[in-house]
Antibody, heavy 120, light 109 residues
Framework: EVQLVESGGGLVKPGGSLRLSCAAS????????MNWVRQAPGKGLEWVSS????????YYADSVKGRFTISRDNAKNSLYLQMNSLRAEDTAVYYC?????????????WGQGTLVTVSS | QTVVTQEPSFSVSPGGTVTLTCGLS?????????PSWYQQTPGQAPRTLIY???TRSSGVPDRFSGSILGNKAALTITGAQADDESDYYC?????????FGGGTKLTVL
């Protein structure tokens, strides 16, 4: 059974940092591109970042470029999101999502999400 | 900055047909944007309905279909059921990442 479990969320002050993790199981993690997608409370979905299976291709939304860094460790079946210079508008539930077919828009499995709250 | 547009809300009668659309603030949506559609109910993670314009995700009933209508991507639900009441999001590929629309809240009544 495919499982994605996010962790690392919490309360952080503006300007602070946080590192999210996503533990994957039930599939060959190293064969899939992965994504982070966030959802602010009561708002819509926002794609944040993606990373290819071998980390060769990495993309970011303009809203996080220069502040967030996506990475993965295929040996540990884990995806990460390092978030620096956090702002109030980064407050959201952060989901990791598997990219079933690269470029096709099929994020077929999602984690349950981890809440990040940026507040003083 | 390109904005992906969706109707904020829509309603449909049980058994009826509804078409939700996904457009661009500037330009037309084509298959080159690989439009995809997601369904999300409160407190749950999104679920893929349609990807690459018109491919149904595994397990999605065939009353959900995707297409290009004019200059927009479209999601059509035929024979709407009560449990189709959800938020629906489209997402477009912009060459170096994805952009979600603001979502459509569908009410079945």
């Amino acid at each position: 059974e495919v499982q994605l479990v996010e962790s690392g969320g919490g309360l952080v002050k503006p300007g602070g940092s946080l590192r999210l993790s996503c533990a994957a199981s039930g599939f060959t993690f190293s064969s899939y591109s992965m994504n982070w997608v966030r959802q602010a409370p009561g708002k819509g979905l926002e794609w944040v970042s993606s990373i290819s299976s071998s980390s060769s291709y990495i993309y970011y939304a303009d809203s996080v470029k220069g502040r967030f860094t996506i990475s993965r460790d295929n040996a540990k079946n884990s995806l990460y999101l390092q978030m620096n210079s956090l702002r109030a508008e980064d407050t959201a539930v952060y989901y990791c999502a598997r990219d079933n077919i690269v470029g096709a828009g099929d994020f077929d499995y999602w984690g349950q999400g981890t809440l990040v709250t940026v507040s003083s | 900055q390109t904005v992906v547009t969706q109707e904020p809300s829509f309603s449909v009668s049980p058994g009826g047909t509804v078409t939700l659309t996904c457009g661009l603030s500037s330009g037309s949506v084509s298959t080159s944007y690989y439009p995809s559609w997601y369904q999300q109910t409160p407190g749950q993670a999104p679920r893929t309905l349609i990807y690459s314009t018109n491919t149904r995700s595994s397990g999605v009933p065939d009353r959900f279909s995707g297409s290009i209508l004019g200059n927009k991507a479209a999601l059509t639900i035929t024979g709407a059921q009560a449990d189709d009441e959800s938020d629906y999001y489209c997402v477009l590929y912009m060459g170096s990442g994805w952009v979600f629309g603001g979502g459509t809240k569908l009410t079945v009544l």
